[in-house]
């Protein structure tokens, strides 16, 4: 029945919506600093924060380095599976290009923040044999990181937790959006 709306369970739609709002937060946070005027602090490019004083350093806490070099490295892991998926799939390009842009800007503010650089992903597991099952594949594992993300944010507070959270949500948006793309190309 292609027909049918998309259904989603009870868990799921309160994970997303917990999500939806830890962002939502996160991001007026982040808006009530925007200033357009060239000469104060807080605009693009400026090396101090909105109230006038300079970024923090990157942590040197031991817990949030780890927790942050442990999601820079699933994520690196899940950007490389996207560029073999695309390869593999050149079909399908076009429908990853923001999942690719996302993990790249989500590597660089986890390095930035943590101060540390993750090593290098391990070997990937094979690809799936057709596109639509790697499609879904990406799917899956994004929604499993956007829990793992989700739950180390819970265990952080400051920017590392707001940081560990905005992630989760998008990869929780990217997960649905490759789910629905599935869905409706069958």
Known sequence: ?????????????????ALAAGTATALSAVLAGCDDKPDQPGTR??????????????????AVVAALTTAAVQIAQLALRYGDVGRAFPAVRTQLSPGVRLHAAHLAKL???????????????????A????????????QK????????????????????????????????TLTKKK???Q
């Open 1 to 17: 029945m292609p027909d049918d709306p998309l259904r989603l369970s009870r868990r799921t739609a309160l994970r997303t919506a």
């Open 145 to 176: 990181l956007a829990v793992d993300h989700a739950v180390a944010a819970a265990k952080l507070s400051g920017t590392p937790a707001r940081l560990l959270a905005m992630v989760a949500a998008s990869e929780s948006q990217l997960a649905a």
């Open 183 to 185: 869905q409706a190309a």
């Open 131 to 142: 596109a639509s099952a790697a499609v879904a594949d990406l799917a899956t594992r994004e």
């Open 45 to 62: 490019g400026a090396a101090e924060g909105p109230d006038g004083t300079s970024q923090p350093a990157p942590s040197t806490d031991p």
């Open 111 to 129: 390095k930035a923040v943590s101060g540390a650089e993750p090593p290098q992903p391990g070997k990937l597991p094979a690809l799936p044999k």
